[in-house]
């Protein structure tokens, strides 16, 4: 990609930063104003932190929410196949027929 501001000599630059920062240094105005200046981009990035901060933590709140449900929710069904499981078992030699001697369900 191409600049397309001008060239400008090294030298050129370096001496007017220079007289820039030194009119910085010696004017309490200038300098009163770059900290306004930051403080006041500090505080707007602050603000807008601390929002999504409260958004994550809120987002964090309800995912976990949503996982105890669904752990109890698998609690509860493991517990109810468990029981269907024994209950199966207690089956074993019986089919629907009233025969005994196998797990045959249909004759």
Do not use: Y
């Not at 820039?20 to 010696?26: D, V």
Request: aromatic share 2%; charged share 20%; proline share 2%.
């Amino acid at each position: 990609m191409e600049c397309s501001s001008p060239r400008i000599p090294a030298e050129a630059l370096e001496a007017a930063v220079i007289r820039l920062l030194r009119q910085i240094s010696t004017c309490r105005s200038m300098r009163e104003q770059i900290v306004a200046s930051a403080l006041a981009a500090l505080g707007e990035d602050s603000q807008k932190v601390q929002e999504e901060a409260g958004l994550v933590r809120q987002r964090i709140s309800a995912v976990q929410s949503e996982i105890n449900n669904l752990v109890g929710v698998l609690a509860k069904i493991g517990a109810e196949a468990a029981a269907l499981g024994e209950h199966w078992g207690t089956l074993g030699t019986h089919n629907l027929c009233g025969n005994t001697g196998d797990r045959q369900l249909f004759s």
